[in-house]
């Protein structure tokens, strides 16, 4: 063999040494670059999402946090939402009349709101005032078509004080329901306020542990405009509490703390 064979060889043992030395080194950048890629991706999603964790009843997440097995305080505002496929786990249909075109998963309600509305309804109805449910349960695909549409119809200004964007909807919680009466054709009028059935509800509801979850003139707080059709359940004490101290939940969770809401004091249950 000849040195010029031999010193050939060599060569291009050395070139294949320093090919696989580089396809090993832009391996491993490659590896760091994606590795980064996921912890700085899995970061941001982890600081974003939130997470409903059905064994502990409890939803988790940087703005949530709340535990919904105490949910007669569950509060769910502008700033607190609850995850997409977050569903009550005990709804049940209130033995109420409700108006006629009131969709099937409207008539749903968490089980013990519903029980605290057939009597709300049934002590009602003693003081000969006739309501009728229009929208209770509503899931997050449900309240995400009729912020659209209300959007499209009625433009920013007035959806953001009347409609709740998907996932901000109490009727999400099963805690809320829309009523209304014969006198304004069952619809959802501010108007209902000056109905027998609105000054009844507005006089009597926190006895049955129901509070108007969006006031007169605390739209600056709630958010929301006046809507003395939307009763909100919190319990009967929570309800009296609101009432007497004229505050809303918004208010009364902020008190609170929300740490401090893992223990709700048992006067308040
Ligand atoms: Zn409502």
Known sequence: MGTRVRRRRKRRRRKAAYTGLFILLFLAVMAMITHCIFLLHGHSVLSKSYYYNKESNIVMGDIVSIKVENPKVLLVNKEHELPA????????????????????????MDETASEALEELFAGAKEDGVEM???????????????????????????????????????????????????EIGYQLYSRFAQTKEGIWLQEHCE???????????????????????????????????????????????????????????????
């Open 85 to 108: 496929d977050y569903v009550p786990e005990n709804l049940v249909m209130p033995d109420v009349e409700f108006a006629a075109n009131a969709a099937e998963e409207r008539r749903y």
């Open 207 to 269: 006895e049955y542990g129901f509070i108007i979850r969006y006031p007169e003139n605390k739209t600056d707080i709630t958010g929301y405009a006046y809507e003395p059709w939307h009763i909100r359940y919190v319990g009967v004490k929570v309800a009296q509490y609101l009432k007497l101290h004229d505050i809303t939940l918004d208010e009364y969770s902020k008190a609170m703390g929300y740490e401090e809401f893992y223990d709700v004091p048992s006067e308040f249950n």
């Open 132 to 182: 009728v449910g229009v929208s209770g349960y509503r899931s997050y695909n449900t309240q995400s078509s009729i912020y659209y549409r209300n959007l499209r119809r009625n433009g920013y200004g007035y959806t953001s004080i009347y409609s709740a964007q998907p996932g901000k909807s109490e009727h999400q919680t099963g805690l809320a329901i829309d009523v209304s009466c014969a």
